[in-house]
């Protein structure tokens, strides 16, 4: 205990003591750089170029959530390209105006020394003689650079879902819907042809969704849909291979191009071959009244690749 006290006692003194020093004055060296006048109007201009790139910069990333304007990519494309042509004015302000600069000619040492290395960092600190609002300068320049890292990464959000990643499941798919080709045309039962690929949408809904396309085919069974995006990599299903060779195609399948993951669609789109982990999504099916295809429900299972804990999730609307 007594040892605890001894040791509370000289922390309190300690900095006691160290609240008290007055602080010690910087000693000043002498100047290696000559100091430069102030150049108001080459800083401001500075402040107003970077304040600008974060501004362009800002610009990029607004354009990219918004998404709907027209020439998305070409605005894109002009606040990123602005932002950097402005930091770049920027920088050759400071390096031709704020900056003061000297030419000297010596022989480089054979060795470097403590004192070399203390007068370079001198040398570097009084060039910036021009600076009158360094503090100033810097947060704006940390300001632009930020903003601009932060336009750099948003295209990263394309990859997937930050936050809300339930989305991966969404179907636009439910009861009654009906089937449309690329043409907003119904598409009638009647129409649907055995070793034919059919490709649907649904009516009104957004084709742009992963969950949206669906083919159709006719096997013995009867009429049956899935999900044109392949389980493996999201890529789309866009071959119906017809049955050939018996001994080595026994029945008719679906298959993606890309890697070759070939699907079942008289079994519950069953993998067959290929890097796919999972069977396709199928559609059930409707007749109505007037023979066109409808949906009778949504997908039995989520739609899209198979990333983190899709296996285990439903599709939902």
């Not at 290696?32 to 108001?40: H, L």
């Not at 990859?159 to 339930?166: C, Y």
Request: net charge neutral; with cysteine; proline share 7%.
């Amino acid at each position: 205990m007594s040892r605890f006290k001894d040791a509370l006692i000289s922390g309190i003194v300690l900095l006691l003591g160290r609240s008290g020093r007055r602080p010690v004055a910087r000693r000043e060296r002498p100047r290696i750089v000559t100091a430069g006048a102030p150049e108001r109007a080459a800083e401001n201009a500075v402040l107003v170029l970077l304040a600008l790139v974060a501004v362009c910069a800002a610009a990029f990333v607004v354009f990219y959530a918004l998404d709907r304007l027209g020439h998305q990519t070409q605005w894109l494309g002009l606040a990123l390209g602005l932002a950097f042509a402005l930091l770049a004015l920027a920088c050759v302000a400071i390096a031709k105006r704020l900056v003061v600069t000297e030419e000297l000619s010596e022989p480089y040492p054979q060795l470097q020394h403590l004192e070399d290395q203390a007068e370079i960092e001198q040398i570097v600190e009084e060039s910036g003689s021009r600076f009158t609002r360094r503090g100033l300068v810097k947060l704006v320049g940390a300001g632009a650079l930020g903003t601009l890292g932060v336009a750099a990464l948003t295209p990263a959000v394309s990859l997937g879902p930050v936050f809300d990643t339930s989305q991966l499941a969404r179907s636009p798919w439910r009861r009654g819907l009906r089937l449309v080709d690329e043409a907003g045309k119904p598409l009638a039962a009647k129409d649907v042809e055995k070793e034919s690929f059919y490709t649907a949408y649904p009516e009104h809904a957004d084709r742009e969704l992963m969950g949206s396309p669906v083919v159709v085919v006719r096997i013995d069974e009867g009429i049956v849909a899935y999900s044109k995006i392949c389980t493996h990599a999201g890529c789309a299903i866009a071959l119906y291979r017809k049955p050939t060779f018996a001994d080595t195609e026994p029945r008719p399948a679906l298959v993606c191009p890309c890697h070759y993951s070939t699907f079942d669609p008289a079994q519950d789109g069953k993998v067959l071959f290929g890097p796919a982990g999972r069977p396709l999504p199928q559609l059930p099916l409707l007749v109505d009244g007037d023979g066109n295809l409808r949906a009778a429900g949504n997908f039995n299972r989520a739609p899209g690749p198979s990333w983190g804990g899709v296996r285990q999730t439903e599709a939902h609307t």
